[in-house]
T-cell receptor
């Protein structure tokens, strides 16, 4: 069965622009979580969606937003890009909503979108 | 300050050597997970530990959850070049706090095993 896919894989933007990243979860998975990974801060949780509803949110500014569609595909948007937004953005899907699904509710990560802000 | 401190940050060893990676916190976790990430890919779950004192083995990898559920370790026996990668620990905080429901990751340990 196909894994989590993320598009695009690489993206270069300039400061002030906005960007939309896409994530298609594993078939049958209804929960999608987004993470930002940088060398300095490591992997940080952005938000989680389940059945088109945001269930949880990390400590990121309002410039970071997301949504989930009825087919469980998810998008995240970053507006007014800053240099510090350069990172690998990872999406992960699971059958049940995040940790509420229990400790063995495994998350499967996609390969990520590498965003570079110039 | 990281909620989960991983050490060492970098590890470069020869094939056949043993190694241990540590993940420590002052907070109690409901569960703790270990992931391995290779360049160009997302993290892949290796194990989830839930009970204090729990030990799990996955071939040459041994994972331990501290008795107080504040720390964990990953031990690799007879490391191989295929073990090379970024190892991440991630913890789930218990209900009641603002961070409940979110996975908190350590900074990671970059392991290089030379043939």
């Amino acid at each position: 069965k196909a894994g989590v896919t993320q598009t695009p894989r690489y993206l270069i933007k300039t400061r002030g622009q906005q960007v939309t990243l896409s994530c298609s979860p594993i078939s049958g998975h209804r929960s999608v979580s987004w993470y930002q990974q940088t060398p300095g801060q490591g992997l940080q949780f952005l938000f989680e969606y389940f059945s088109e509803t945001q269930r949880n949110k990390g400590n990121f500014p309002g410039r970071f937003s997301g949504r989930q569609f009825s087919n469980s595909r998810s998008e995240m948007n970053v507006s007014t890009l800053e240099l510090g937004d350069s990172a690998l953005y990872l999406c992960a899907s699971s059958l049940k909503p995040g940790l509420a699904g229990g400790p063995h509710n495994e998350q499967f990560f996609g390969p990520g979108t590498r965003l570079t802000v110039l | 300050t990281q909620l989960l401190e991983q050490s060492p940050q970098f590890l470069s060893i020869q094939e056949g050597e043993n190694l241990t990676v540590y993940c420590n916190s002052s907070s109690v976790f409901s569960s703790l997970q270990w992931y391995r990430q290779e360049p160009g890919e997302g993290p892949v779950l290796l194990v989830t530990v839930v009970t204090g004192g729990e030990v799990k083995k996955l071939k040459r990898l041994t994972f331990q959850f501290g008795d107080a559920r504040k720390d964990s370790s990953l031990h690799i026996t007879a490391a191989q070049p295929g073990d090379t990668g970024l190892y991440l620990c991630a913890g789930a905080l218990p209900p009641g706090g603002t961070s409940y429901g979110k996975l908190t990751f350590g900074q990671g340990t970059i392991l290089t095993v030379h043939p």
